[in-house]
């Protein structure tokens, strides 16, 4: 009998066939693949069984879960009995077993298969969602209970892979927090086996690697984030670094003390998969603060519905996007004291930049949607990796309401206007 050696971290998922899905991220060199490959192939040799391995790109397969379950079938002492075929690439078991391979780069391939109770996506942060969802539904059986299973490096927020297994903002759609993961390392939920693991879970890797991976720490942190801690994370250049969320109370104590003249209201306007977001603020014109106190953000409310949920705002000047009149007039004969900001081109740009120019952006914990959208917001990128200043990897309808709300804010006339809150929220 073969003694095989695992890592006491993926002992438990190792022998764990309760759940449909099995979650696996982490950093570089966790083991987190082999203990994959390893699982599937004991679940080969104990049921007969048709599994799909699958990566984004084919040609990718050959050298990476290939190659590593051609290595543990030769750990296992079982060379000559599990056979390898290279063209097309299969796994053959002596009980009738089969694992079959594919790349979602040639999806005409994947809807060949037939009977597939168990897939394997290998780096599925790099497989696209749709590619995702058809392996969904290549996963079906008669008889037996069916199993994926996922592993990943961790990437952005933004990719599928976080948004479908813990948290889609944009969306309101929450699973799980990746922050509780990563302090109970695995956690079982809706019937989805999660488990966090960095090189530290991997007994048998030399420590000058692990010493390689800290290194990133000093030079490239976005890296060092997903390699070193296998965490996901903000990818790219924050729109607003500045941004910082502090409780209501306190946030409240300084508005009350700005005057109102340097209080401002804006509204982004929309209906079905956009938002209206209206933002409440107040402008510490000394300091270069700006304010973020109160916030509404609802969508599929037609413009009755809005005006009357906004009825404490009839006093208020509101700056508002300039591209619907029509809703603006409407607002108007309601009462509301609404215009339209002034929109041309390059505005987007410009009021970005004003927004910037603030030392700090400090927002009440009670405005969740503006700390969505606003404090991990980054640019997008052209293909030769160049920031696009105008465009963000989100829709933001918060920022699009700060824009607006700010549309008459101009420093050159206000000198001199404002309260003092030197040291306020400097932590």
């Known amino acids: 009998m073969t003694v095989k050696e695992i890592n006491p971290h993926f002992e438990n998922f190792l022998f764990d066939w309760d759940h449909k899905f099995y979650f696996l991220v982490g950093g570089y060199g966790s083991s987190k693949s082999y203990h994959v490959a390893l699982k599937l192939m004991l679940k080969l040799l104990q049921e007969k069984r048709t599994a799909l391995v699958v990566r984004e790109v084919y040609e990718t397969i050959r050298e990476s879960c290939f190659s590593l379950l051609q290595e543990i079938a030769i750990e296992l002492g079982l060379e000559g009995k599990v056979k390898f075929i290279t063209s097309p690439m299969s796994v053959r078991f002596p009980n009738g077993s089969k694992i079959i391979f594919r790349g979602v780069d040639k999806p005409e391939k994947l809807k060949s298969i037939n009977n597939v109770s168990l897939v394997w996506l290998e780096e599925c942060s790099e497989i696209k969602y749709d590619g995702f969802k058809e392996l969904l539904g290549r996963l079906r059986h008669p008889t037996m209970k069916l199993h994926m299973l996922l592993s990943t490096n961790p990437v952005s927020t933004s990719n599928w892979c976080y948004k479908y297994f813990f948290q889609d903002k944009q969306n309101k759609r929450f699973t799980l927090d990746d922050e509780e993961l990563y302090r109970e390392r695995t956690i079982i939920h809706n019937d989805i086996y999660y488990h966090h693991s960095t090189a530290d879970d991997n007994l048998f890797l030399p420590q000058d690697y692990i010493e390689q991976l800290e290194d990133l720490k000093?030079?490239?942190?976005?890296?060092?984030?997903?390699?070193?801690?296998?965490?996901?994370?903000?990818?790219?250049?924050?729109?607003?670094?500045?941004?910082?969320?502090?409780?209501?109370?306190?946030?409240?104590?300084?508005?009350?003390?700005?005057?109102?003249?340097?209080?401002?209201?804006?509204?982004?306007?929309?209906?079905?998969?956009?938002?209206?977001?209206?933002?409440?603020?107040?402008?510490?014109?000394?300091?270069?603060?700006?304010?973020?106190?109160?916030?509404?953000?609802?969508?599929?409310?037609?413009?009755?519905?809005?005006?009357?949920?906004?009825?404490?705002?009839?006093?208020?000047?509101?700056?508002?996007?300039?591209?619907?009149?029509?809703?603006?007039?409407?607002?108007?004969?309601?009462?509301?004291?609404?215009?339209?900001?002034?929109?041309?081109?390059?505005?987007?740009?410009?009021?970005?930049?004003?927004?910037?120019?603030?030392?700090?952006?400090?927002?009440?914990?009670?405005?969740?949607?503006?700390?969505?959208?606003?404090?991990?917001?980054?640019?997008?990128?052209?293909?030769?990796?160049?920031?696009?200043?105008?465009?963000?990897?989100?829709?933001?309808?918060?920022?699009?309401?700060?824009?607006?709300?700010?549309?008459?804010?101009?420093?050159?006339?206000?000198?001199?206007?404002?309260?003092?809150?030197?040291?306020?929220?400097?932590?």
Not at 300 to 319: C, N, P, S, V, Y
Not at 322 to 350: C, D, H, N, V, W
Not at 362 to 371: A, P, R, T, Y
Not at 378 to 405: C, M, P, R, V
């Open 218 to 427: 000093t030079h490239d942190i976005d890296l060092y984030r997903i390699a070193r801690r296998g965490r996901f994370g903000v990818n790219g250049k924050r729109v607003l670094p500045q941004f910082v969320v502090a409780p209501h109370e306190e946030v409240m104590q300084v508005v009350n003390r700005i005057p109102y003249s340097m209080k401002r209201t804006g509204m982004d306007f929309g209906f079905v998969t956009s938002y209206n977001a209206v933002i409440r603020m107040a402008i510490d014109h000394k300091n270069k603060y700006l304010y973020l106190y109160w916030e509404y953000y609802k969508n599929g409310m037609t413009d009755d519905k809005t005006a009357e949920e906004l009825q404490e705002l009839k006093r208020e000047r509101i700056k508002a996007d300039g591209a619907e009149p029509k809703t603006i007039r409407y607002f108007k004969q309601q009462g509301f004291r609404m215009e339209a900001a002034k929109k041309f081109p390059g505005s987007r740009l410009q009021y970005t930049k004003k927004v910037k120019r603030f030392k700090k952006i400090i927002c009440s914990d009670q405005c969740i949607n503006s700390i969505d959208e606003l404090k991990d917001l980054t640019y997008k990128e052209n293909k030769q990796g160049e920031l696009i200043e105008d465009e963000f990897n989100i829709d933001s309808h918060i920022l699009s309401a700060i824009w607006y709300g700010l549309d008459d804010y101009e420093v050159s006339d206000l000198k001199g206007i404002g309260v003092s809150s030197k040291n306020a929220f400097s932590r």
